[in-house]
């Protein structure tokens, strides 16, 4: 967070610097070095620590609440990531202002150079940051989201300046660059809401009685601790042909009432469902042996 906001600054200096197009003097180098308010560095610095400190503050608020009320989880993470990056831009400009003397000199230099800079030293970061905005106002996922990109399945965690942040369900953290999300397909789950469908197949032979099956999956899941009952359970049925074998798929499609329960709500209605199937003697397709 500190390198964010030391960003704005910095590359304006080395900007300035590029565009002399001379060997750097003593003169020159005193130039520049009038440039900057000693006097509002050493504010510049406790502001960035405010930040920081701020920032740390507000993640383990969110945190603290959003594991307490379940219920405004959600909605806490959206704020979050808004006043992240309203705090980010707030504070780099001022510290911008504080750090350096404006006037006609260094503004016509910044006018001049920002193009360059942006076209080079900066060219991904502002395809990053210009991709972040489009995120946060086309909004194909949100904060909270259980995404699928790139072959990575889990959680948005933050929509920053340059980069998303996922957690996966083995407890990573990927980061990816906002302006992959522009030419890439990514799949939102539950789009902004606590539940989510989850999907479950099962599988029965042919000569297995298949009303029984059906039934016994629909009951397994509706009985489910982790289920949300006012979306319906649904049980689709139909006929699979490989190489090997033919058999009766039977999907599950049912709503689990939070994200994070999705893998426990998927195997505890599988537990269920085998032991019912167990007890009922239905039985697992038969895979035909090839004679050679």
């Not at 799949?187 to 298949?210: C, K, R, T, W």
């Not at 199937?277 to 050679?292: E, R």
Request: aromatic letters at 10%; proline letters at 3%.
């Amino acid at each position: 967070m500190i390198k964010r906001l030391l960003l704005l600054p910095l590359v304006l200096l080395a900007s300035i610097t590029w565009a002399s197009e001379e060997i750097p003097s003593v003169d020159s180098i005193s130039q520049f070095a009038s440039l900057i308010r000693w006097s509002g560095v050493l504010a510049s610095i406790l502001i960035i620590m405010a930040t920081w400190l701020l920032i740390k503050f507000m993640n383990s608020m969110v945190d603290s609440i959003g594991g307490q009320f379940v219920q405004y989880r959600m909605l806490l993470q959206k704020l979050q990531s808004f006043l992240q990056f309203f705090i980010y831009m707030t504070a780099g400009i001022v510290v911008f202002m504080l750090s350096f003397r404006i006037n006609d000199h260094i503004l016509a230099l910044i006018g001049g150079t920002l193009a360059v800079s942006v076209g080079f030293a900066m060219k991904d970061l502002a395809a990053s940051f210009i991709a972040g905005l489009t995120v946060m106002i086309d909004r194909p996922f949100q904060v909270g989201d259980r995404v699928t990109f790139e072959g990575n399945y889990g959680d948005i965690l933050t929509i920053g300046l340059r980069s998303v942040r996922m957690r996966t369900l083995n407890d990573d953290i990927i980061t990816i660059p906002n302006n992959k999300f522009l030419n890439e397909v990514t799949v939102s789950g539950n789009y902004g809401a606590l539940d989510m469908q989850v999907v479950i197949p099962f599988y029965v032979g042919m000569n297995e009685d298949i009303v029984l099956a059906r039934n016994l999956i629909q009951e397994a899941a509706s009985s489910s601790r982790y289920i949300h009952l006012p979306k319906p359970v649904t049980v689709l049925v139909k006929q699979t042909i490989t190489d090997n074998y033919l058999a009766i798929q039977l999907t599950c499609k049912a709503y689990v009432v939070d994200t994070a329960y999705e893998k426990l709500f998927e195997t505890d209605i599988t537990l269920r469902v085998m032991s019912e199937f167990q007890k009922h003697g239905i039985h697992p397709p038969q895979i035909a042996v090839k004679n050679s």
